[in-house]
């Protein structure tokens, strides 16, 4: 009897041991990662579809991107998410949408045109950076060069900054005195013309030699 009443209780703290078992805790989730296949290198006019092609994430789900502003060339800053995770990446926006065959107009500081007539077509070359286009100094023609003292001026593309040219130190077709100068650029523009082909518009130059009074000439493009 005693035999069995202990068979019993054995049974009975089996059970009551296995009871009070926690059971195992489930498996933490696998943190959502990005993969991205390189640099992220588009056009000018490009949309967040092209831009996705350049990453997946980890568990399969949709990917989105902010912070890009697919009219500006040069390197910019594209926020990346994917469910709770959230990752920044350069996207860079190439200059060369803007390359082609264009007119070229250069005026005083009072308005007057130095480029009068015709023949004032240059072409527009695609730069050794891909945030870069190089202004010819001669123009197509190969009879006249605005710009003697250097083969061409790069305008490099900064993203959501201004563009920027570097100073130019030399003479200009249209000016006899000062003999040079040197060149600061500014008001750099650029975008969609009306024929729905991205260009550059113009830059201003201002000239400053020591002796003279600072002086300015303003340039503009249009594209054939």
Known sequence: ??????????????????????????????PVTLTFSGDIVIDLGSTDADVLEFVTASDKSE???????????????ATFKAGDVTET???KVKADAMA?????????????????????GI??????????????????????TIFPDITNLVVTFNGK????IE????????MTTPPSATWEFSEITYGKNTNGKYAINGFR??????????????VTFERR
Not at 125 to 138: E, L, R, V
Not at 167 to 174: K, P, R, V
């Open 1 to 30: 009897m005693k035999r069995r009443i202990f068979t019993l209780a054995s049974i009975a703290l089996l059970f009551a041991f296995i009871s009070c078992e926690k059971p195992e805790p489930e498996p933490e989730p696998e």
């Open 63 to 77: 990917v989105t991107v902010s912070g890009i502003d697919y009219e500006k060339a040069g390197e910019q800053t």
């Open 89 to 91: 990446k350069t996207v």
């Open 100 to 120: 082609g065959r264009y007119y070229i107009s250069v005026f005083t500081s009072d308005g007057q045109e130095c480029t009068q007539g015709d023949g004032w």
């Open 123 to 144: 072409v527009i070359a695609a730069g050794d950076a891909y945030n870069q286009i190089k202004i010819p100094s001669t123009i197509e023609t190969g009879d006249k």
């Open 161 to 164: 900054d201004d563009p920027s």
């Open 167 to 174: 100073n130019y130190e030399g003479g200009l077709m249209f």
């Open 205 to 218: 130059m201002d000239g400053y030699t020591a002796g003279y009074q600072d002086f300015y000439y303003t």
